[in-house]
């Protein structure tokens, strides 16, 4: 008897996935728990493993294909050389075909092509059948009792979206449905020939896809502003210098910049909570911690695991944390849980080179500090031309929620304490 291997629960809020690549083919033999197939979600890679020992004997989805929880992937037989599956019976050859059609037609995925062929051996399938909306919709849609056919939907296949109904809802939520909040893309030109053939055309990943989806929504739904100053590092790399040895000696781990920036960010956020602050809807959720988002560069694209609790960590603690979680991302293993419920995000792009940049918001935070290179420069202290490590820093912040004086005075202290770090001992 076939064991099905199907798509496992994938973690909040993520329903679907991509089929990243199968480790195994039809025919190999495959251990109990070894990893089979890779599934790439918004947010992280991850690898499903066998529910059984045997012989791969069907791959059901082809790496590319998009999956929805509990879609199956394929099945084990009994024994070390399983035959593959026979012949499919005309419900699923024909799941298969439309499968191939939706492909050709830019459909995009096997889900979508079993989504409209749910009804085989039954009533005819229904071809325009709209997407449930998704769930965080819905309970706004239950909560503001309106319907769907109120909300015109952005999402992929007309889903309505979140956005979609407090758009809907900041007009009134009903009468005539909106247009989709997603503008019209704008046809590629054509390239010419002698050039097209050194062109490569290689698909966006689903992280690379989320990550530009979840920026141009941040710029698009947030009153987004920026503002910059910039702290003498002297006192945090005479710190670093004098203690560096002794400090790896006792924790394990190097002393770096992002402890102490996390650890003043902390400081700063405890009196400015408009920073540590999200919007949902009419009402504005402070958060009474410090979750706080690191971004890392990795391969695959940018993402952004969370140190919890920052403000109750040491230093210490802080940098073993970081390590760990970089190190994780690095390796495409990081768990679902480790990117969920930041606060406020730091991004050093201090590391690339970068000198100034104006990052933007991980939302639904409403601020998040840029980092980036120490430079000597010559600066005035005291009436007296001198030079010193300098680096700017700058804030994004969400307009809405953050007024200026708020986010400038965030920026200050941050400063503050940074040019003098015995401020973070004393809590000043």
């Known amino acids: 008897m076939a064991t099905e291997i199907r798509v496992p629960t994938l973690g909040e809020s993520v329903t679907e996935a991509t089929i990243g690549r199968w480790f195994k083919k039809v025919g190999d033999a495959i251990?109990?728990?070894?990893?089979?197939?890779?599934?790439?979600?918004?947010?992280?890679?991850?690898?499903v493993p066998a529910p059984s020992?045997?012989?791969?004997?069907?791959?059901?989805?082809?790496?590319?294909?998009?999956?929805?929880?509990?879609a199956l992937l394929g099945s084990i037989g009994e024994g070390a050389a399983a035959a593959p599956a026979k012949a499919?019976?005309?419900?699923?050859?024909?799941?298969?075909?439309?499968?191939?059609?939706?492909?050709?037609?830019?459909?995009g995925s096997t889900g979508e092509a079993i989504e409209k062929t749910a009804n085989v051996g039954g009533e005819p399938p229904i071809e325009e059948r709209k997407r449930p909306p998704a769930p965080s919709a819905a309970k706004l849609l239950a909560e503001n009792r309106l319907s769907t056919d109120e909300v015109a939907g952005s999402g992929k296949d007309g889903q309505v979206l979140k956005g979609d109904v407090l758009a809907a809802i900041e007009r009134g939520g009903r009468g005539a449905p909106s247009q989709p909040a997603e503008l019209p893309k704008v046809a590629r030109a054509p390239s010419a020939p002698e050039d097209e053939v050194r062109e490569e055309r290689v698909k966006m990943t689903r992280l690379r896809q989320t990550i530009a989806r979840r920026l141009k929504d941040a710029q698009s739904?947030?009153?987004?502003?920026?503002?910059?100053?910039?702290?003498?590092?002297?006192?945090?790399?005479?710190?670093?210098?004098?203690?560096?040895?002794?400090?790896?000696?006792?924790?394990g781990v190097k002393l770096g910049f992002m402890g102490f920036f996390t650890k003043a960010v902390c400081h700063a956020l405890k009196e400015i909570p408009a920073v540590n602050a999200e919007i949902d809807g009419t009402d504005i959720i402070y958060k009474n911690f410090c979750h706080i988002g690191v971004a890392v560069g990795t391969e695959r694209g940018l993402v952004v695991p969370v140190v919890r609790d920052a403000d109750r960590m040491t230093i210490a603690e802080i940098e073993k944390e970081i390590g760990r979680l970089g190190a994780e991302a690095r390796d495409g293993k990081l768990a679902l849980?480790?990117?969920?419920?930041?606060?406020f995000t730091i991004s050093n792009g201090g590391v690339y080179g970068s000198l100034m940049s104006t990052p933007i918001l991980n939302a639904p935070q409403s601020g998040i500090l840029g980092m980036h290179k120490i430079q000597e420069r010559p600066m005035v202290v005291g009436g007296q031309i001198v030079v010193r490590p300098m680096m700017y820093l700058a804030l994004s912040y969400d307009h809405r929620i953050v007024d200026g004086k708020e986010a400038v005075t965030f920026l200050v202290r941050v400063k503050d304490v940074l040019e003098d770090p015995e401020r973070l001992v004393l809590d000043l």
């Open 337 to 343: 849980a480790d990117m969920q419920g930041g606060t």
């Open 53 to 70: 020992a045997g012989t791969l004997q069907e791959i059901a989805v082809k790496e590319g294909d998009t999956v929805e929880v509990g």
């Open 221 to 251: 739904n947030a009153a987004m502003l920026t503002t910059f100053n910039e702290v003498d590092m002297t006192a945090v790399m005479d710190l670093r210098k004098k203690y560096k040895d002794l400090f790896e000696k006792k924790h």
């Open 88 to 107: 499919a019976p005309a419900a699923r050859e024909k799941k298969e075909a439309v499968a191939q059609a939706a492909g050709a037609s830019g459909a």
């Open 31 to 47: 251990a109990a728990d070894e990893p089979v197939v890779e599934l790439e979600t918004d947010k992280v890679t991850v690898e």
